[in-house]
């Protein structure tokens, strides 16, 4: 099994017409993922690499049956993409983009409350059921059909953490990225439930980063409800407090946020963090006891 998507995700991509859209379109397309709409406001009506494109999202889902979007839209109109994905009923909205303002997404958050849309974003590289659907711009081929869980608020740590997962002979069930900036939709916790009650996942690596209070929330909730060995890493221990580093939300302010108030909670409720981003395939086995 897997969470949030599998091989019978049904795929609107949001931004088609553009560069970046385009172009993951294809990738996530080659991987096996069933691509079966775009929505680009004003070009409904034509083809783009054999997808029909719609000018909204509810006509897509009405023509296609659509189940999950991925959102390409520029900063912009990124979060009035969101509220469409929302407001059209679908079971999941990744967005991918980059550098939405904070007020923007206040209003997302508030605009889902009530709805029944699972929200992974914004600024995040997506979610991959390996071998079956690809929903975002990590590279597939580091991935392998398994049974551990990724989750993680960096890009490129993700994809470090599953080469060496894949490299120490452990595949994942699904990765999620849940992104970097201050407000997001779904969080650590909200993954780590799936995770939870998934049969065939088996352990779970988390991946966090300084700045909020996201990880130790985590911690407390793995000490209290998790049934399933857990390995984490937190990037920024080197960091000097009130830089932002990478991400918006990657910033310790008032105090809060360090790294080292992180591991130890994470260790203090029976988390194993690895000591270096070198090492973090051997954190999992030992987590697992293997």
Known sequence: MSILINKESRILVQGITGRSGLFHTRQCRDYGSEIVAGVT?????????????????????????????????????????????????????????????????????????????????PNCPGVITPGECKLGIMPGYIHRKGKIGVVSRSGTLTYEAVKQLTDSGLGQSTCVGIGGDPIIGMKFIDVLQLFNDDPDTEGVFMIGEIGGGAEEDAAVWIRDNMNKPVAAFIAGVTAPPGKRMGHAGAIITGGKGRAEDKIRTLEECGVTVSSSPTRMGEAMLTALGV
């Open 41 to 121: 406001p004003g070009r409904g009506g034509i083809h783009i690499e054999g997808i029909p494109v719609f000018n909204t999202v509810a006509e897509a889902v009405h023509y296609t049956r659509a189940t999950v979007s991925m959102i390409f839209v520029p900063p912009p109109a990124a979060a009035d993409a969101v509220m469409e994905a929302c407001d059209a009923g679908l079971e999941l909205a990744v967005c991918i983009t980059e550098g939405i303002p904070i007020r923007d997404m206040v209003l997302v958050r508030r605009y889902q409350e009530g709805s029944n849309t699972r929200l992974i974003g």
